[in-house]
Nanobody, 128 residues
Framework: VQLQASGGGLVQTGGSLRLSCAASGSTFSSRALAWLRQAPGKAREFVAGITWSGGTTYYADSVKGRFTVSKDNANNTVYLQMNSLKPEDTADYYC??????????????????????WGQGTLVTVSS
């Protein structure tokens, strides 16, 4: 599985950006895709995720109500619409796919070890 993230850039506080993650290869084994981010000097953290069918979404508390994750099943592309951006949203944003089973509860979304494939980061900078 290969993941290609894009859409990052520089935006002012309160602005919007839409990130894309295009998945290719053996995506038939995919169970979920998540967006995670890493700010300078900080640990990588979960942002939002969606099951591969698109039926379930999950968000970190810090982005609820501002970010929306969605999936285009025809193109195997997952989007992260980010609105009302804040300087603290500045980070490298990564997409990652989970292929293993064991998604009976939501606790796994935040554990980096649960993801099997990672894309490269796309930088989002929010100026104050």
């Amino acid at each position: 599985v290969q993941l290609q993230a894009s859409g990052g850039g520089l935006v002012q506080t309160g602005g919007s950006l839409r990130l894309s993650c295009a998945a290719s290869g053996s995506t038939f084994s995919s169970r979920a895709l998540a967006w995670l981010r890493q700010a300078p000097g900080k640990a990588r953290e979960f942002v939002a995720g969606i099951t591969w069918s698109g039926g379930t979404t999950y968000y970190a508390d810090s982005v609820k109500g501002r970010f929306t994750v969605s999936k285009d099943n025809a193109n195997n592309t997952v989007y992260l619409q980010m609105n009302s951006l804040k300087p603290e949203d500045t980070a490298d944003y990564y997409c990652a796919i989970r292929t293993r089973p064991g998604m009976s509860n939501s606790a796994w979304w935040g554990r980096l070890i649960e993801y099997d494939y990672w894309g490269q980061g796309t930088l989002v900078t929010v100026s104050s």
